[in-house]
């Protein structure tokens, strides 16, 4: 009994020593006020308090839903939710915009052509108008010039009678319905496309949840928007990004090495994954379980060399790579083990990964005829460190049997670098993307809605593809908003500059 609490005591001393460092934790999971201190000099993790989530059932007083009331007689009567959904109410009383801007300019949108004899129509006709928006946009500074310039541009529409007597009628475009967006794209729109490029840097790019882009924009512009017009705009702009889309998958699957890596999403109450693949000019990010089938979509035609981390879904890719980050940290977990075997062999672990990172760095330096020596010299340590996986591959302690049977499962992924030394040791690179996410996640609390969560993956794929291609971001996106709302063709992503 006394051996097995002490074996129990050092498990449970091992799973709370756990820290970035020397596990798969990320650096987030550290409290903000530990982030700053050496993880060598105090150690902690973070505690996770499981949230009930249930909705209490509706309540039955025993009272009859249909009793006669003389002032209802004569009406239909509607069922009644218990409970009522966030947001405005359907049949409730709208409110109308109150804030009243300057009008800048004014564009009159006459008809040019006649529709019933196609003969031209002059200025000379008589333009009646019949409606019209107001579009507040800003304008980007001019070649030495400070500051955005603020517009509030008046569109008139209205109608031209032909001699022939048939009376054209221009109206705002409006682009027919897409599959899997319920948002509306047209002309007909407050914010133009360039403060709807402004609006997205601030989420995409600084974080900032709605409402605190909306008092950005009222203090320091003297436009005030409600969250739910920021909200829909940004949809929007997602909406006209998806164009892209199958551009960036087309790119993505000509690469010859992609990196790809997954962190959890919220959308509403589930919990999903936000996927991202990426190579030296492409990024793409997607939304959807952490399963076998999402990892097949995105690599369905990709013949490269993938890089990952240990996920077992990635197993069925054989042309791949391992990122030594995870293991390391794995190691150096067993390395601080209170077991005193489990130690032995984590310290051999970390000292045989660092001896193969150097022996890796210098034939990288090497012409690839002289590096035969090398290559043999590191082929004998990974047979050497291979040979003490095999003899744990049934040891007691836990996380050693665990780490050895993974080094035995992906030992010709693992060590392929030492025959190719040209590819890089980890997949630093998708956790670098990753990390804009996981800060836009955390400010904002992810997604509501499904269509949400694409606005955001179509945007961030966009964006940072450009950043990557260092290409200019905004002016090319309120451009691709601007031809996508008046129906014209989009102009194609930049190539890599």
């Not at 218990?82 to 300057?102: E, H, V, Y």
């Not at 005193?340 to 062999?345: G, Q, S, T, Y």
């Amino acid at each position: 009994m006394v051996e097995q609490l002490r074996k129990d005591l050092m498990e449970a001393q091992d799973r709370l020593n756990r820290n970035p460092t020397n596990s798969s934790c990320p650096p987030s999971s550290l409290p903000p006020w530990e982030r700053s201190i050496k993880p060598d000099d105090e150690k902690s993790e973070q505690k996770n308090d499981d949230i009930n989530d249930e909705e209490d059932p509706p309540k039955n007083d025993g009272k009859k839903e249909n009793q006669s009331n003389p002032s209802t007689e004569g009406k239909k009567q509607e069922p009644k939710d218990d409970k009522k959904k966030p947001g405005k109410q359907r049949g409730a009383q709208g409110f109308g915009r109150t804030q009243k801007l300057l009008v800048t300019s004014e564009i009159t949108h006459r008809p040019e052509c006649c529709k019933g004899c196609n003969c031209g129509l002059g200025l000379e006709l008589l333009f009646k108008a019949t409606g019209g928006h107001f579009t507040i946009d800003f304008v980007l500074p001019k070649e030495g010039g400070i500051g955005l310039q603020g517009t509030n541009t008046k569109h008139i529409y209205g109608s031209i009678e032909c001699p022939c007597g048939f009376k054209t009628t221009t109206s705002p475009h409006r682009v027919p319905g897409q599959s899997g967006w319920v948002v509306d794209l047209g002309e007909w729109r407050l914010i133009g496309p360039m403060l709807l490029a402004f609006l997205v840097f601030l989420k995409i790019r600084m974080h900032m949840t709605l409402s605190k882009s909306g008092e950005l924009l009222s203090l320091w512009f003297g436009i005030k928007l409600s969250d739910g017009c920021i909200n829909r705009a940004i949809r929007e702009a997602g909406r006209a990004a998806s164009h892209f889309e199958p551009e960036i998958i087309a790119a993505l699957k000509a690469a010859g090495l992609l990196h790809m890596d997954e962190t959890p999403w919220k959308e509403h109450k589930v919990t999903r994954w936000f996927w991202v693949a990426l190579s030296d000019h492409v990024v793409y990010y997607t939304v959807g379980p952490r399963t076998l089938e999402v990892a097949k979509r995105i690599l369905e035609g990709f013949e490269g060399t993938l890089m990952t981390d240990g996920l077992a879904v990635y197993r069925w890719y054989k042309n791949r790579l391992r990122c030594w980050s995870h293991l390391d940290r794995k190691a150096v977990g067993l390395e601080e083990s209170w077991d005193e075997n489990a130690a032995f062999f984590g310290a051999y672990a970390v000292q045989t990964f660092e001896s193969l990172r150097q022996s890796i760095y210098k034939m990288r330096k090497m012409e690839p005829s002289l590096r035969e020596a090398e290559q043999k010299a590191s082929e004998e340590i990974k047979l050497k460190f291979i040979y003490e996986c095999i003899r744990r591959n049934d040891a007691e302690h836990k996380a050693t049997r665990a780490f050895s049977v993974e080094i035995l499962n992906d030992a010709d992924v693992i060590f392929r670098q030492i025959k190719e030394p040209e590819f890089p040791l980890t997949n630093n690179a998708s956790e670098r993307a990753l990390r804009n996410i996981v800060i836009l996640r955390k400010m904002c609390q992810g997604a509501k809605t499904e269509e949400g969560s694409k606005a955001i993956t179509c945007l961030a794929s966009v964006i940072d593809t450009l950043r990557l291609r260092k290409r200019e971001i905004w002016s090319f996106l309120a451009e691709a908003i601007s031809k996508c709302r008046s129906g014209q063709p989009l102009p194609p992503m930049p190539s890599p500059a």
